[in-house]
């Protein structure tokens, strides 16, 4: 992808709020060492115990992640990356208000979007740990790593406004948080039956 296609990007500020500069991965990504450890989670109930396995997100998979981040990690720095990339990956799970077909308004077709999947999160979670990023991002990478997507308008929210102006408070530009299925033909439109497998294997 070449630079033109990535500030084409800038339009999208328009309608989620801020300035919008793009993204893709970074290349150091061996850095992100700290692999999220799989882990089962248990349920008490009466006699029967549900186990609930947690994907083990791999080196390689960090890897593969990181290639995501690359253009946006050399284009800002600090928290910055964390506001952007964020914002990027929460737009599987809303709609934002004019958009059709998941084409938002002022907004380029051609922008890339990035997966809201485990490996990502990792990525930037152990990129948070790495640069200290203020605990707003901190906070909201654990609790979706942790599979907590309550108050997801909320949280994208929060992320919107660390660069906004609160002397000048807008309103908010998502329409709905996607339903189940909705997220599902998004994934498959992006990425194709291997997002949906993905997908798949992170969360349900």
């Known amino acids: 992808m070449n630079k033109t296609l990535i500030y084409s990007g800038l339009g999208l500020a328009i309608v989620i709020g801020g300035s919008y500069t793009y993204f893709s991965s970074n290349n150091d990504k061996a850095e992100a060492v700290s692999t999220q450890d799989g882990h089962k989670v248990s349920q008490d109930e009466s006699d029967n115990t549900e ?3 947690v994907h083990k997100v791999s080196q390689a998979e960090l890897v593969e992640a990181a290639k995501n981040f690359q ?3 050399s284009d800002v720095k600090g928290d910055d990356l964390f506001y ?5 990956m929460a737009l599987q799970k809303l709609e ?8 938002i308004p002022n907004t380029p077709d ?4 990035i997966q809201f999947d485990r490996a990502n999160l990792q990525y930037f979670k152990n990129k948070a740990v790495e640069l200290k990023a203020s605990e707003p991002y901190q906070k909201i990478l654990d ?3 942790n599979g907590d997507f309550s108050n997801f308008e909320n949280d ?4 919107r406004n660390i660069k906004g102006d609160p002397s000048q408070p807008s309103e908010s530009p998502v329409l709905k948080v996607r339903t189940v299925e909705e997220e599902q033909k998004y994934i498959e439109h992006f990425f194709g039956n291997e997002g949906l497998q993905i997908n798949k294997r992170d969360w349900l």
């Open 51 to 53: 186990k609930v396995v």
């Open 96 to 103: 934002f208000k004019g958009e059709e077909n998941f084409s």
């Open 156 to 159: 994208y929210l929060t992320i």
């Open 84 to 88: 952007y990339g964020m914002i990027t």
């Open 71 to 73: 253009e946006i990690e």
């Open 110 to 113: 051609s922008i890339k979007r």
């Open 143 to 145: 609790k979706w790593l």
